[in-house]
């Protein structure tokens, strides 16, 4: 995201309810994700573990965008449970027409085809990034 829409203008939906935009920077500490203004300034520093889902502006896509590969080994638990039972739920859409609306951190990611999933992750059209590990619901 950091390199390929460093001149975009991002929102980020929090786990919260909340959001946030700006440029997408750099990353500290393996866990703050930090955006910047119009002038460079860091606006935001994000905590990457709150993040809910990462919407694209204008023409901006996720199209070709390459996931980073799963864990090894993979986390066990109440938790990774969670993610791998939502990220089969929105894997079983992939390929097909049916569009779906994901509720994640108190926002909607609107009604959309999901193009993609990967360990952590979904794009549901072409523009939105959202955390399986932060899905509340699936229509």
């Given amino acids: 995201i950091i390199l390929t829409y460093s001149a975009s203008n991002i929102t980020v939906n929090l786990d919260s309810g909340g959001s946030t935009s700006g440029r997408p920077f750099s990353i ?7 955006l910047i203004n119009s002038s460079g300034a860091i606006s935001d520093r994000i905590s990457i573990c709150r ?3 990462v919407t694209l502006p204008g023409g901006n896509t996720f199209t070709g965008f390459s996931f980073l590969d ?3 080994p993979l986390p066990t638990g109440c938790e990774a449970e969670c993610e791998a039972g939502v990220r089969a739920t929105l894997q079983a859409f992939v390929g097909t027409t049916k569009k779906v609306t994901v ?9 959309d085809v999901v193009t993609k999933t990967a360990f952590g992750a979904a794009i549901i059209g072409n523009n939105i ?10 229509t």
């Fill in 70 to 72: 799963p864990p090894d």
């Fill in 129 to 138: 990034a959202v955390s399986t590990c932060t899905v509340e619901d699936i």
């Fill in 28 to 34: 500290t500490n393996n866990t703050i994700f930090n």
């Fill in 51 to 53: 993040i809910a889902f």
């Fill in 103 to 111: 509720r994640a951190g108190g926002g909607s990611t609107g009604n």
